[in-house]
């Protein structure tokens, strides 16, 4: 999944504001790859239990639930709501005298700790200043709260405060700032610590760190619980922010959860000075976030054995689980009801995504669903990402009295549609909302596909088959390519693998099991259509592990795929333009493959700047390389926070119209009958040859174009560009959102034409950096003159020299017979290039 991040430069075409609109969640985090810990590490809305905390009797938990706090008895389906807001509550912790319950607060584009008094249910704010404070814990005594804070240059250090009557006082930094010289890829520099608890006497805080490690989130540490105490690390194995560990009530043993040598996270115990662990629960699904009762007979965590969260108690010694269940549910909001249903044209339910706002500025969604949360969002449009979920149709959420905001979307080829509702307390309210087709060409002819989705990436909830197929129901969506990938050391979904077409299929939607190549030096590959078996190791290039040599490159690994009859494609390639001149680091593999013949697609649409993309993709089609687009949104389906759901990057390739089939479309990407895009549709003749085709003329002239252009959200652009440069700006009806234009351009050289269709910022509700589609080239050739452009052939010269030298100082080669393989590929590659500007000069092209 990982992308792969290459410092650049950005041509002044695209010094636009378009990203000014569209900013992370929680922005204030100064760590790479915010996918990754914001969805693993920080607390996420669900509709089930995200973390509990027992009382100190061990007769009842209080835990976080769709935003708020809930106190629930042991036996009990009663559950009683403590807090409602404002904002989102997570992580409670328990005082020993019963009286206190700190947690995080989520409000205001800042994460604050905040306390609830038992006694008349008041809350008061412990923290300020808009940092990130998360996990809070009370030591033993109930005086002193350590606490996870990014108020340091934004990186993850533990505090400690002392606290008295609801509020903290004296609060200082535990874990001073150490930066690391290892060459870390998925962590920062800097060393984080994670996860703090007390030991039983209060003396010492066990916590979670990377400190002199590579990969995963580190081992157990212990520090003495005072500010310039040395920690020292008690037990290591490869963590993924989920570890969380809790010691026993006598201070011998902690209970915390581990992947180790499996796909999913378990229950482990290990003695509490460290020392060997084994599991004490199983299963293929995850169990996180144990804590240990108060009189030690008892461990509650959460699971996601049936895809969504849910709150269970273990025995120990026994291990019994029971899972606690609010059947019924005492709000501290006046509540109503909404029965929603979304239909077609004919009045039946029709499945869809669904954003329900409440009267608070809340999201809500039915009990019993998945809540996704985007990544990014406008703060000028909204005060908190958008919230939704999907719907076969028919769905009932229970919502605070007053007006409520609903928005219905079905992908891209039915209109977005938007109603406000009147909730009544105590009362149901019904509303229908019909979705109108906007779809421009025949569905049978266009076919629309995500290639590349993670149906498991280690996130909240626990995904199936059958529940991605519903995802893109949901999202009109018909094929997916699920691309099963390692995360750290375990591949989530490897079981499903296989050559055929998942069971769980249907007449309308496609599921396929193919791999992502994870090879972050050299770029991460999709391939599509594996008929034999799984590529492993499925990565290179990971210091400090058995496979930390450069080989096999991508090039080696796209033949492999190629005996299988795969297609090779290249996934979120780039979030800036790559300047060979400046960028030392440069390791990106794609001009070589390309030149080699290596390469079937690339994702010109996925989950990196697509406009910065585009400029690489027209430099490889004006070396004469022929390279279709494809798109996919490196979906990851069981995250309860993503960029965009399933589809969001989507292409559309051109089939003959028949039965929904997995080969015919894999094929005209391959051909090149396609377009990609987040939101606008596309349709581009030129010459009378359709995308993908060829247009030959004996002389330059002028050529005939018809394009047209459906959007659900307003465009500022439609453009016809050749050979890289704007040949014809569009115009567009005064919506903003559809055009038809025939008109005729001027075609001198051989080259290529693309049509493309993008805006100048973001566009709720396509829940990306901003609008664009563009269609594979109609290529052009005039009087049968070759392709060429030195400046992009020089381009690539210049990149691959970065390549040859990083591979001649590379140290981690297995033999010397990998290094000149791989220097061999390589200057086969840069002389096509040199080549191409050898000749290009001689005859005074530019």
Same mark, same amino acid.
């Given at each position: ?495 499903? !693998? %296989?050559?055929?077409?998942?069971? #769980?299929?249907?007449?309308?939607? *496609? @599921?396929?099991? &193919?791999?992502?190549?994870? /090879? ?86 996925? !989950? %990196?700047?697509?406009?910065?993309? #585009?400029?690489?993709?027209?430099? *490889? @089609?004006?070396? &004469?390389?022929?390279?279709? /687009? ?99 700006? *569009? ?116």
């Amino acid at each position: 999944m990982s992308k792969v991040y290459l410092a650049g430069f950005v041509s002044f075409i695209f010094v636009l504001n378009c990203f000014a609109q569209r900013e992370p969640v929680l922005k204030q985090i100064d760590l790479p790859h915010p996918y990754y810990f914001r969805e693993m590490y920080l607390p996420q809305l669900t509709t089930g239990p995200s973390a509990a905390a027992w009382s100190p009797d061990s007769r009842s938990l209080v835990y976080s639930m769709a935003g708020s706090l809930w106190r629930q008895e042991l036996g009990s389906a009663k559950a009683e709501q403590l807090t409602s807001g404002p904002g989102y509550d997570y992580q409670p912790d328990w005082s020993a005298d019963g009286r206190w319950i700190v947690f995080a607060r989520y409000d205001h584009d800042a994460v604050e700790l905040w306390s609830f008094d038992t006694r008349d249910g008041q809350t008061r704010k412990m923290t300020s200043g808009g940092a990130v404070n998360v996990e809070p814990r009370f030591s033993p005594d109930g005086k002193r709260v350590a606490f996870v804070s990014t108020s340091y240059k934004g990186h993850f250090h533990i505090f400690v405060g002392r606290f008295e009557d609801g509020l903290l006082s004296g609060v200082r930094q535990l874990t001073p700032e150490n930066m690391s010289s290892l060459p870390r890829y998925y962590y920062s520099k800097v060393d984080h610590e994670i996860s703090p608890v007390w030991t039983r006497d209060g003396s010492e805080i066990l916590f979670i760190s990377n400190r002199g490690h590579i990969h995963g989130t580190g081992g157990f540490w212990k520090i003495k619980a005072e500010p310039g105490s040395e920690a020292r690390e008690i037990h290591y194995e490869e963590t993924n922010w989920k570890a969380r560990p809790d010691f026993s009530p006598d201070g011998k043993r902690m209970v915390y959860a581990s992947y180790l040598g499996q796909s999913w996270h378990q229950l482990w115990v290990m003695p509490a000075a460290g020392g060997d662990a084994f599991p004490i629960s199983y299963g293929a699904f995850d169990n996180v976030n144990p804590r240990w009762s108060p009189d030690g007979s008892k461990i509650a965590f959460i699971s996601n054995r049936d895809g969504n969260t849910s709150l269970w108690v273990q025995t120990i010694p026994g291990g019994e689980q029971t899972e606690v269940v609010a059947r019924e549910r005492k709000y501290l909001k006046r509540m109503g009801r909404l029965a929603l249903q979304v239909v077609d044209a004919r009045g039946k339910p029709m499945a869809a995504r669904v954003f329900v706002t409440g009267a608070d500025g809340l999201a809500y969604a039915p009990d019993d669903v998945w809540i996704h949360a985007d990544d990014s969002f406008d703060r000028s449009e909204r005060p908190f990402e958008a919230h939704y979920f999907d719907t076969s149709g028919t769905s009932e959420v229970t919502v605070p009295a007053g007006t409520v905001q609903v928005d219905v979307m079905r992908g891209f080829e039915f209109a977005f549609e938007q109603q406000q509702v009147e909730i009544k307390s105590g009362a149901t309210t019904s509303a229908s909302m019909r979705l109108r087709a906007t779809i421009p060409y025949e569905p049978a002819e266009w076919v629309s596909g995500d290639v590349h989705t993670h149906m498991n990436y280690a996130g909240t909830y626990r995904n199936t088959p059958a529940h991605l197929v519903e995802q893109a129901a949901a999202e009109n969506l018909a094929i997916v390519e699920d691309l099963v990938v390692n995360k750290e050391q375990r591949i989530p979904d490897m079981a499903y !693998f %296989s050559p055929k077409l998942d069971p #769980a299929s249907t007449l309308d939607h *496609l @599921l396929l099991h &193919g791999q992502e190549y994870h /090879t972050s030096y050299w770029g991460h590959l999709g391939l599509l259509n594996l008929t034999k078996n799984f590529l492993l190791p499925g990565y290179v290039a990971y210091p400090n592990t058995a496979a930390a040599s450069l080989y096999p490159t991508n090039a080696n690994v796209a033949d492999m795929a190629h005996k299988q009859g795969a297609l090779v494609g290249y996934v979120h390639p780039f979030d800036s333009i790559p300047d060979p001149a400046k960028d030392e680091s440069l390791t990106n593999e794609l001009p070589v493959d390309v030149a080699l013949g290596k390469v079937d697609y690339i994702e010109v649409v996925g !989950f %990196s700047d697509h406009k910065s993309t #585009a400029e690489v993709w027209y430099k *490889l @089609l004006n070396c &004469g390389f022929r390279l279709p /687009t494809a798109a996919g949104t490196d979906f990851m389906g069981n995250y309860a926070s993503l960029r965009g759901p399933v589809g969001l990057n989507r292409v559309y390739a051109q089939v003959k119209p028949g039965p929904l089939k997995i080969k015919p479309w894999l094929a005209a990407i391959k051909a090149g009958r396609t377009f990609a895009t987040n939101g606008p549709l596309l349709h581009f003749t030129l010459g009378e040859r359709g995308i993908g085709g060829e247009v030959k003329l004996e002389k330059k002239q002028e050529a005939r174009f018809s394009a047209e252009m459906h959007s659900i959200v307003p465009v500022d652009h439609l453009q016809i560009v050749c050979n890289g440069k704007l040949a014809r700006e *569009l115009a567009l009806d005064s919506k903003h959102t559809s055009a038809k234009v025939d008109g005729s351009i001027p075609l001198e050289t051989s080259g290529w034409c693309v049509l493309r269709a993008f805006s100048d910022k973001a566009e709720y509700p396509i829940l990306d950096l901003y609008p664009y589609a563009t269609t594979s080239p109609v290529y052009v050739s005039v009087a049968g003159a070759p392709v060429r452009n030195v400046a992009d052939a020089g381009y690539f010269v210049a990149w691959i020299d970065r390549l040859i030298a990083g591979a001649h100082s590379n140290t981690s080669w297995n033999t010397e017979a990998e290094k000149e393989s791989v220097l061999g590929m390589l200057q086969e590659a840069i002389g096509k290039y040199a080549r191409m500007k050898e000749v290009g000069d001689h005859a005074g092209i530019r």
